[in-house]
């Protein structure tokens, strides 16, 4: 299958580029072409029924081969895909034994084919080797620390803040280095990055924590509202700060409309039932019967209350590929995924992808994954290779 994609960069207000040759100024978008091809396609699609059944997928990512390794917690299960599509390897299944899966939550892929699978109801870290095979679980003390979903794998160990039901008491915004002891993980202080007073706490359009790793260990930080990323040795320290002089959109009641739409599509009955789940496991403690149906409703209705900060955050997430070059995905007019900027780690601007959606998963080779959800429940991925980064023969640019 080769479906060649050609993504326009284009605009919806136009502006004028000046004379030929003429530099345009810093503020303004260079904008680029992503040219990709279509490698192969697993899972079920709007338009056939696949070869292999999702039920969720959580987490993915490539080795250095580049295979691509898919973690579904609903099938208790993590498929290896090579090259070409074809089904390598399968591993995993529900049980109460040290290797299988109680309550698995996400996964990491190490560039040599090791998966990392956090199970909260084992409370370990599960280690499996190329191939599937269960080499050891590493013990995740709750009176130590626990990394959150948010976590990422920088090199070797994991960076991020601790798991949300799972948290000491911390500082807010504290990001911790979790490193990977012989029997147990053990967290040692990164950073402390910004965080709003405990009053904003449920205030929507707050700035969170976004961070992405470096294949080196470092790590990129956005924790405000402003273009600002920071680049972090793998000590935790500061090394430089980027970023562009694009400010952060205003707050509008489009704006607010839009979030709040957002908000009821994230939660479903089945998402509050697993949550109240993984709470039961985490706890101990068998959970109560709930009306799931009148949790939500309770939730719709709560909406109309949200209340919002002034402005939208200018970068809405931050991802590093296999080359470490960044990508950052700014907010769009009403808060959701907007243009793509790519950037270098020590600040040089290359250009930015409009219309791109944001890839799940970078690989060697140019190699990108998509998670293509469906209403219907059932998902698929696509895996691409770019064949060219260009910039856009016509180059409308906005301020």
Known sequence: MRNRWILPALLGCIVSCGEPGEAPPASYDLVLELVTDTVFVVGDTPFNEGDHYFGRVVSLGFDQRGRLHV??????????????????????NKGEGPHEFKVPRYAHILRDGTVLVLDIGHARLLVYGPGGR?????????????????????ADRLVGEDDYWLRRPVEAGELFSYQFGADSVVAEPFYQA????????????????RIAPFSDGRVALADNEEYRLRILSRAGELVHTIGRPVGPPPVTDMVMDAERERRKAKYRERDLARGLREMGAVTGFAMPDVDMSSVLEEYHA?????EFADDIPVIHTVQVDWNDQLWITRSGATGEEGPIDLMSADGRYEGTLYRTQKPDAFGPNGLLAYVDYHELGPQSVVVVRITAIAPAVDQPMTP
């Open 134 to 154: 269960f080499e050891r679980g590493v013990r995740l003390p709750t009176q130590n620390a626990v990394p959150g979903s948010g976590a990422v794998l920088a």
């Open 302 to 306: 709560g909406l109309a209350d949200l």
């Open 71 to 92: 973690f579904d917690p609903d099938r208790f299960e993590i498929t290896t895909w090579d090259e070409r599509g074809r089904l390598v390897s399968r591993f995993g």
């Open 194 to 209: 910004w965080a709003p007073a405990p009053e904003l706490g449920g205030v929507a359009m707050v700035p969170e924590v």
